[in-house]
């Protein structure tokens, strides 16, 4: 058994959802492994519910990679970091091709909370083209997180540089709370804003506001914890639950956790959230 299926084997797979699932995460990990052996994380932090996931065992599966540069620079080529992944799958048996993703408008559901100085990029199998996982990096991010190494024993040992986490609880929030998916939902920023408050995270408040000041119009320069729980408490009464549960129940191994969910539920998380 090589090591590509020794990663897939920790998994249980009982469904499609089961194996798709797994073959996103363990196709991620492979390409964190390139991202280090090429240096990319002397300049780039791993960030969102991916990075939660593989690092703080979130018990829901995650899509996409969110990487952020440490230091704002226009002229950072994320491509120049391809090679790397590409020839960690190859070293596995696996073929991937890696394909520069054309933004659409601002109000297009696929870009939705992408600022023009993000950019994206596909990676998929070269013969599983429906198996595929977005690579986006944030060239121009609000600064003020802070970052730590994380480990990973597979494909082999090596650091990955991660936000922390009060600052991806930053980030979650933000999302949480001013994502624009017009009528849709992303359960999923429910779900990890529900981990949070389970593990008595502390939210890096400093940093939520240095997102909303760099992402949102302004009107938010003034936003206390007050105002923010009073934002979020609104933008719960406002949110059709049922859509919430439905997007994230193929991600979970149980969705009868879900089964408490509700505008109230979600009311009095927001009066526990405690603030760095």
């Not at 699932?21 to 002397?42: D, K």
Request: hydrophobic share 40%; aromatic share 14%; proline share 3%.
């Amino acid at each position: 058994m090589n090591v590509f299926d020794i990663m897939l084997s920790r998994y249980e797979i009982k469904t499609n959802d089961d194996y798709t699932n797994a073959l996103h995460e363990v196709m991620q990990q492979i390409a964190l492994a390139g991202l280090y052996r090429g240096g990319f994380f002397e300049y780039a932090a791993f960030y969102g519910g991916t990075c939660l996931r593989i690092f703080h065992q979130l018990q829901r599966f995650s899509e996409d990679m969110d990487f952020s540069l440490l230091q704002p620079n226009k002229e950072f080529m994320l491509e120049n970091y391809f090679q790397p992944i590409i020839n960690e799958f190859t070293a596995l048996g696996r073929e991937v091709v890696i394909n520069k993703k054309e933004k659409k408008n601002q109000s297009n559901i696929e870009s939705a909370f992408l600022k023009d100085d993000t950019a994206i990029y596909n990676l998929q199998f070269r013969t599983e083209r429906s198996v595929k996982i977005k690579i986006e990096l944030d060239i121009n991010p609000p600064l003020g997180f802070l970052t730590e190494s994380k480990l990973l024993l597979l494909p082999y040992s090596f650091m990955t540089r991660c936000y922390t986490m009060p600052s991806l609880y930053a980030g979650k929030m933000h999302a949480l709370l001013f994502r624009k998916w017009n009528t849709r939902v992303k359960g999923r920023d429910w779900y990890d804003f529900e981990w949070y408050v389970k593990n008595n995270i502390r939210l890096d408040f400093s940093h939520l506001c240095e997102r909303i000041r760099q992402f949102e119009s302004q009107g938010f320069e003034q936003m206390s914890p007050e105002s923010f729980k009073k934002m979020l408490k609104e933008k719960i009464s406002n949110t059709n639950m049922d859509m919430v549960k439905a997007d994230v129940k193929p991600f979970l191994k149980d969705s009868g956790q879900l089964e408490i969910w509700s505008t109230d539920y979600f009311s009095q998380l927001v009066d526990m959230i405690v603030f760095v």
